[in-house]
């Protein structure tokens, strides 16, 4: 697919910038200063960002856990989600949702699911509403390998084959569901081969290379569209960071210092980079600028955050429940 240069910068910037967010709310949450447990997608951006900036303001995103680069590619104001990590008033839920429960429906995201393969079914659901109400947009549901083994997976692929919705199931097989190899628990080497049992397409891509992932849910959203029904994308790729924050202090060890370093010279980041330089689209000093925004745009989201009161007792009573 002929991709606009604007947009291959675009793309490389929303990469760079969902690393450099992580990194900075990893240096927060060691501080104490973000509540609850925290999980970071660094290493998983070609995915990320090769399936969000397929779809347009209208269509639907729905994530797991590990969430704040499926937000920030979706338009999540960067302030507004630092100021929920933290848990203050000022957050896309005014501090109630946390790392886990991150949502922004003006932005059409739908959200993040903190039990695994729960979003699923609201993805099929909110499909299914799509349809029904004779709208043209596309749900995408973004989850992990972990959810294929969970009766929620089989039975939202069943009703949306069946009924032919325009829904995606975009799995990030990252190798390990929660601190578990998907080997020791899983029958076939690719899951994109579940897809048979609902006969709808399923696909296998590398997911560390962002274009790729950009053409095969175009084509996953061209399909979707036309009334043609669902479509399962397994895209293949690699956490740099452990399940959670923090789980080196409890001394758990599941993966080798050369598997992690195998893995991080496969950097979609680093690749796309490399790409853009070899063509022209980058320089080193475009980099640096890009770098040095980012770096800015944190800052102030950092100061937004800190500087903003926790939620109200108020503030509960409006948002959890209904007039």
């Known amino acids: 697919m002929d991709i606009p240069r604007q947009k291959l910068l675009l793309m490389y910037r929303m990469m760079v910038k969902i690393r450099m967010f992580e990194s900075r709310v990893s240096e927060l949450f060691a501080k104490g200063l ?18 969000d900036m397929a779809l347009d303001g209208e269509d ?8 704040h680069g499926d937000a920030l590619a979706k338009g999540v104001e960067i302030k507004k989600l630092m100021a929920e990590l933290l848990g203050r ?10 790392s886990l429960h991150v949502a922004d ?45 969970q009766g929620s997976f089989h039975e939202s692929l069943n009703l949306a084959a069946v009924w032919k919705l325009p829904v995606i199931f975009l799995c990030s097989n990252n190798k390990y569901g929660g601190t578990t190899d998907y080997h020791l628990t899983t029958a076939i080497e690719k899951l994109s081969l579940r897809a048979k049992s609902y006969d709808i397409p399923g696909i296998t891509i590398d997911g560390n ?9 175009c084509e996953a959203m061209r399909r979707a569209k036309a009334g043609q029904g669902p479509t399962l994308i397994e895209a293949i790729t690699y956490r740099h960071m452990g399940h959670t924050q923090g789980e080196e202090a409890w001394g758990v060890i599941y993966r080798t210092d050369e598997e992690i370093e195998a893995w991080k010279k ?39 955050a800190r500087e903003s009161p926790p939620p109200s007792i108020e503030m509960a009573r409006t948002i959890l429940f209904a007039d």
Do not use: M, W
């Open 34 to 51: 973000i509540p609850g447990f925290v999980h970071l997608s660094s290493g998983q951006e070609g995915v990320i960002v090769g399936t």
């Open 60 to 67: 639907y995103l729905l994530t797991s856990h590990r969430c």
């Open 89 to 98: 008033e000022t957050g896309t839920n005014h501090g109630f949702g946390g």
């Open 105 to 149: 429906y003006s932005h059409s995201f739908i959200g993040a699911n903190s039990i695994v393969g729960a979003g699923l079914p609201i993805a099929t659901g909110t499909a299914l509403a799509q349809k029904l109400n004779g709208l043209k947009h596309v749900t995408v549901i973004h989850f992990g390998e972990g959810s294929t083994n």
């Open 209 to 217: 290379d962002v274009l790729k992932v950009y053409d095969t849910v």
């Open 266 to 304: 496969k950097d979609p980041i680093t690749r796309f980079e490399k790409k853009l330089l070899s063509e022209g689209d980058l320089t080193k000093e475009s980099i640096s600028k890009i770098q040095e925004e980012i770096k800015q745009e944190l800052d102030e989201a950092v100061k937004f």
